[in-house]
């Protein structure tokens, strides 16, 4: 900032710039060159994404367009974007700290790492050298994921699907594939894994303590795969879900401030657990509500992000929030009937955020 402005502390100059959306941030910087230099300076990008990250917005992803949807928890305001930067028509298949992973849907095996905000974009290699063929389908991207380390800058991308010789069911060998920024290549390996993932399982992915998380159908315990190692484990549910084996409820998996946090609707409740300690698997109960004002929608209403303050549930028309702090139940958006997939199936946990996505500005901003 400018030193010769003395009335303003600037630490308190940046905290007030830390607050504002990533857009606003970019429209000033032609105001001054310390405006141009901030949202690549790193204390910067760092202090706005802490601050951000205290209030994820909901992303959904409207498929039957080209564009996706953002909602604010504390305004409740809805933004309308697009991906028409990519010059490319994908699919949201994972998010991580601001950033998202898209698919690409007429080239079958480009993938996509992109900040929706800065319009920043880097197509990823191609994980195989072959390409896709209906005779040579040889494993299926059943799960995709995104960990994005806001510490060092640096991602992984995970493609990971059953191996599927030619008119046969899918075998019992997970292949992976593993994207590493830093080294800007993929890395392979096989595990002899048999599980079912529904398409909220496949959709809801959480990244935290190096490694990503995802919830089988059984819903006994989750499946992580340490992104250090490249190894795959199992980690206990919380202890009221696993003495109910398979009736458990409906359960999920969501991020709750960095952490692991898995929710159940049972009957009229809805628990949300939080892993406090994730050494020792130690859980702890975080809420549990009565469902009984949304009566109506209950039966419907699929967990999809929450934070501190907010907890947003999709519908097949209708996102809902309930307030942990006032105990209120709002609608924030709703969809006519003309709309062909339910909101909850394109539903992702999103912060606003500053991150680029190429290797040669990592440098530059550290």
């Given at each position: 900032?400018d030193p ?11 905290q ?20 141009l ?10 202090l706005?994404h ?18 996706f ?8 305001s809805v933004?309308?974007?697009s991906l028409?930067f990519?010059?490319?028509?994908v ?12 698919a690409?849907?007429a080239?079958?095996g480009?993938?996509y790492i992109?900040n ?7 197509p ?18 059943t ?5 994005f ?11 990971a ?9 899918p075998q019992d060998?997970?292949?992976?594939m ?15 894994l048999?599980?079912?993932f529904?398409?909220?399982n496949?959709n ?14 059984a ?5 992580v795969?340490?992104l250090?190692?490249?190894?795959w484990?199992k980690m206990?549910m919380p ?8 009736f458990?409820?409906?359960v999920?998996?969501?991020?709750f ?12 409740w809805?628990?949300?657990?939080v892993l406090?300690?994730?050494?020792r ?12 004002c949304?009566r ?5 209403a699929?967990p ?8 947003f ?7 809902l ?9 709002r609608?924030v ?26 290797q040669?500005e990592?440098?530059?901003?550290k």
């Amino acid at each position: 900032m400018d030193p010769r402005n003395e009335s303003v502390p600037e630490d308190l100059i940046l905290q007030i710039l830390a607050r504002l959306p990533v857009k606003s941030l970019i429209r000033f910087k032609s105001v001054s060159r310390a405006f141009l230099r901030l949202p690549s300076d790193r204390h910067f990008v760092r202090l706005h994404h802490e601050i951000s990250s205290r209030n994820p917005n909901l992303l959904i992803e409207l498929l039957d367009s080209s564009g996706f949807i953002t909602i604010d928890p504390s305004s409740l305001s809805v933004s309308r974007s697009s991906l028409d930067f990519l010059a490319d028509r994908v699919r949201i298949r994972a998010s991580s700290n601001g950033v998202l992973c898209c698919a690409s849907v007429a080239d079958r095996g480009l993938y996509y790492i992109c900040n929706p905000n800065t319009r920043d974009f880097r197509p990823l290699p191609r994980a195989r050298e072959r390409p896709f063929t209906r005779f040579q389908p040889e494993y299926e991207a059943t799960l995709v994921g995104l960990a994005f380390d806001p510490s060092t800058y640096e991602y992984n991308v995970v493609l990971a699907g059953f191996y599927r010789p030619f008119g046969r069911r899918p075998q019992d060998r997970l292949v992976c594939m593993v994207f590493d920024s830093a080294a800007g290549s993929w890395a392979k390996f096989v595990s002899s894994l048999c599980e079912e993932f529904t398409h909220m399982n496949r959709n809801q992915v959480v990244y935290s303590t190096g490694a990503l998380h995802w919830l089988t159908h059984a819903c006994m315990y989750l499946l992580v795969l340490d992104l250090r190692d490249l190894a795959w484990r199992k980690m206990s549910m919380p202890e009221e879900i696993a003495a109910a084996g398979g009736f458990a409820g409906r359960v999920y998996l969501l991020d709750f401030e960095g952490s692991v946090s898995v929710v159940r609707i049972y009957r009229e409740w809805m628990s949300v657990w939080v892993l406090e300690d994730y050494r020792r698997e130690l859980w702890v109960l975080k809420d549990r509500v009565n469902l009984r004002c949304i009566r109506g929608f209950a039966t419907s209403a699929f967990p999809v992000s929450q934070s501190k303050d907010v907890v947003f549930l999709a519908t097949q028309k209708k996102v809902l929030t309930y307030g942990r702090k006032d105990k209120v139940w709002r609608e924030v958006y709703s969809v006519g009937d003309g709309c062909t997939y339910p909101l909850w199936f394109s539903a992702h946990s999103f912060t606003n955020t500053l991150f680029p996505c190429h290797q040669a500005e990592w440098s530059e901003v550290k």
